[in-house]
C-alpha cells in the first residue's frame, strides 16, 4: 500500500463514542470524493467493529479502541484494535446471525454487515489479547487510471 | 434520539429521529415496549423518515419488537427509511417478516 495519508484514533470503549468513531473515520475518507453510498458503508462497516470491541472486546470493564485509516490511490484500509479479552472461534463469528449475547438482542449480523460493506475484511483475535479488523474499500472514483492526478486529458 | 408516539385505532405509530445503534438502541427499546405495554394496540408502525443512520445493533432491537408484536398477533411495519438503513435491512433479510411502506397511511389501510 503506497500510503499517502493517514489517521489515528484512541478512544475509551463508551458507546457514545461509536457516533464520533464512524463520523470521523468518514470525514477522513472523503478527501477521496468517494459518493455518498461509499462514505455510509464507511460508516456502518466502522460502527460494526467499533460496537464489537465495546460489547464482546471489553465487555463490562473499559478499555482503549485505537482506529487506524490509510488511504492510497485506489482507497482506504481501515483497522479496528482492542486489547480485550479477543475472539476464541473468529469463523463461527463470522458466521451470519451468530451471536455469543442473544439475551442482549444481538442480531449477530455485525460481520456479515462490514463484509458486505466493505470489500475486504481480515480479522485478527487471539483470546486474552485483543482483536484487530482490518477492513479496505475502493472507491469508484479513484477506479481510473491511477488515482488523483488532477487534470483529465 | 428524538422519539415520539401516538396511537391510532390499534395501531402504536413510533417517529425516529436521529441514529440507531448500539448506544440508542435501548432507549429505542424502553420507549417502544413502553408504547406497546400501555395502550391497547396490536400493531406497530415504525416513521424512519427522520433515522438518518442504523447499523446491526438496530437490526437486533428490531426483531425484539417484531417478536413481541408478533406475540400478540399483529404486525410491524416501516416507514420511508433512506438508502443506508435499507441497506442494512435487506443484508439481515428483516424485509421477510417487515414490510416497508413509502407514507404511513399505506402501512396504516394496508395493516
Excluded at chain 1, 464507511?42 to 487506524?68: F, L, P, Q, R, W
Excluded at chain 2, 445503534?21 to 394496540?41: C, S
Amino acid at each position: 500500500m503506497n500510503v499517502k495519508n493517514f489517521m489515528e484514533l484512541r478512544i475509551p470503549s463508551k458507546s457514545q463514542n461509536e457516533a464520533f468513531a464512524r463520523v470521523a473515520t468518514a470525514a477522513f475518507a472523503s478527501q477521496l470524493d468517494p459518493t455518498i453510498e461509499e462514505l455510509a458503508d464507511i460508516k456502518t462497516a466502522v460502527s460494526e467493529a467499533v460496537t464489537n470491541s465495546i460489547i464482546h472486546g471489553y465487555e463490562d470493564c473499559e478499555g482503549i479502541i485505537i482506529i487506524k485509516c490509510r488511504m492510497d490511490e485506489h482507497g482506504v484500509e481501515i483497522e479496528v484494535r482492542d486489547e480485550g479479552k479477543g475472539i476464541e472461534d473468529v469463523e463461527q463469528a463470522r458466521q451470519p446471525l451468530y451471536t455469543s449475547k442473544p439475551e442482549l438482542e444481538r442480531s449477530g449480523m455485525g460481520f456479515t454487515v462490514m463484509e458486505t460493506f466493505m470489500d475486504e475484511v481480515e480479522v485478527h483475535s487471539e483470546k486474552g489479547k485483543g482483536t484487530v479488523v482490518i477492513m479496505r474499500k475502493k472507491f469508484a472514483s479513484l477506479a481510473k487510471g491511477q488515482g488523483v492526478s488532477g487534470n483529465e486529458g | 434520539m428524538d422519539l415520539t408516539a401516538k396511537v391510532t385505532g390499534n395501531i402504536l405509530i413510533c417517529r425516529v429521529k436521529g441514529e440507531l445503534d448500539h448506544h440508542t438502541a435501548e432507549e429505542f427499546r424502553d420507549f417502544v415496549d413502553r408504547g406497546l405495554e400501555n395502550n391497547p394496540v396490536k400493531h406497530l408502525i415504525l416513521d424512519l423518515t427522520h433515522l438518518s443512520f442504523m447499523d446491526s445493533s438496530g437490526i437486533g432491537v428490531l426483531i425484539g419488537r417484531f417478536k413481541k408484536v408478533n406475540l400478540r398477533g399483529g404486525k410491524v411495519a416501516v416507514v420511508n427509511e433512506n438508502k443506508q438503513v435499507s441497506r442494512v435491512f435487506e443484508v439481515s433479510g428483516i424485509y421477510d417478516i417487515i414490510k416497508s411502506y413509502s407514507s404511513i397511511s399505506k402501512a396504516v389501510n394496508d395493516l
